[in-house]
Nanobody, 126 residues
Framework: QVQLVESGGGLVQAGGSLRLSCATS????????MGWFRQEPGKEREFVGG????????DYADSVKGRFTISRDNAKNSMYLQMNSLKPEDTAIYYC???????????????????WGQGTQVTVSL
């Protein structure tokens, strides 16, 4: 199995930027599709963005398209989320997930991901 650890969250004013990292560890990183998700209290976990192993397919939720950029460094077994022009509605716990099915694309449904990090809090103030 693989372990995932998020970092980079914090408190930022609206319009600011944060860069989240997801570091993986364990025996294998393999060729998993990776995704970023977020969850607010009392709400379902929702898809933010994802990227496949080859880095030729990315997908973003409409709410973050044009503001967030996902990337990965396979040599470092890490994934990143650059968040610009942050809004108060971006406030949530952000999770990274891994899809081990090797489907070569990005899926938006969180239940299809089988490895998760513990999350990092992002708070955007007005």
């Amino acid at each position: 199995q693989v372990q995932l650890v998020e970092s980079g969250g914090g408190l930022v004013q609206a319009g600011g930027s944060l860069r989240l990292s997801c570091a993986t560890s364990g025996r294998t990183y393999d060729m998993y599709t990776m995704g970023w998700f977020r969850q607010e209290p009392g709400k379902e976990r929702e898809f933010v963005g994802g990227i496949n192993w080859r880095r030729d397919i990315t997908d973003y939720a409409d709410s973050v398209k044009g503001r967030f950029t996902i990337s990965r460094d396979n040599a470092k077994n890490s994934m990143y989320l650059q968040m610009n022009s942050l809004k108060p509605e971006d406030t949530a716990i952000y999770y990274c997930g891994a899809d081990s099915t090797k489907i070569w694309t990005v899926q938006r449904e969180p239940t299809l991901y089988d490895y998760w990090g513990q999350g990092t809090q992002v708070t955007v103030s007005l």
